[in-house]
């Protein structure tokens, strides 16, 4: 499963690599070791809205990497206030990480609601479909929203360059596993942002 710290690296490592300039919001500043010319490190929470406001003005775009695993309420209202946040600050494209249990595994059934699938991540991913199902929510023209989903297993390592994408079915590879690594993961998300083919939808990586 997604985790932010492997996942939301591997973006910022992907987006500095490209020559983009970064600015990285996360709630504990000292843990981005990371030093380049074009990154601006702050703090900030993705929960409150008025400092998302602040801190995203007046840049082109907004990538999320985080969603509230507590319980499905207050994943939807992190996900909520920083919407709004930035929707106030006028930006209007978003890319966000979503979760694999949302991804369907025959036509119309999700991975999360199989019997097989993992108890303790179903809090977790069933947060993350909530916030998929709140962009999809959202009116259209409002924002220009993509959510960008891994496989089942997203695992530290190199970029192969040779995953495949699909929108709203798991991917597997020729041995059944479903995984990409957080290097191609990241590569394909700054790909859609840099070349944008899933405006107003989802989108899944994999090998």
Do not use: C
């Not at 983009?20 to 380049?36: G, L, S």
């Not at 319980?71 to 946040?85: H, P, R």
């Not at 930035?86 to 609601?113: F, H, I, N, Q, Y």
């Amino acid at each position: 499963m997604a985790r932010a710290a492997v996942v939301g690296g591997a973006i910022l490592q992907e987006l500095l690599a490209r020559g983009h300039q970064v600015t990285a919001i996360v709630r504990h500043p000292a843990k981005i070791t990371v030093q380049h010319a074009n990154l601006t490190v702050q703090a900030g929470d993705a929960g409150d809205s008025a400092a998302v406001t602040k801190l995203v003005a007046g840049h082109e775009a907004v990538i999320s990497s985080v969603v509230d695993r507590t319980n499905i309420e207050s994943g939807v209202a992190t996900a909520q206030a920083f919407i709004a946040g930035v929707k106030a600050a006028g930006v209007k494209r978003v890319l966000s990480v979503g979760g694999a249990g949302s991804l369907e595994v025959a036509p119309g059934v999700a991975l999360v609601d199989t019997p097989q699938f993992p108890a303790e991540y179903r809090p977790e991913s069933l947060a993350y479909r909530e916030v998929l199902n709140l962009y999809r929510s959202l009116p259209a023209g409002e924002l220009a929203w993509t959510v960008a989903t891994p496989s089942i297993v997203i695992f530290p390592g190199p970029a192969k360059g040779t995953f495949r994408t699909a929108t709203d079915n798991l991917l597997f590879d020729a041995e059944g596993n479903s995984t990409i690594s957080n290097a191609d993961f990241a590569t394909a998300l700054v790909n859609e942002l840099e070349n944008p083919q899933h405006i107003g939808g989802r989108f899944t990586v994999g090998y």
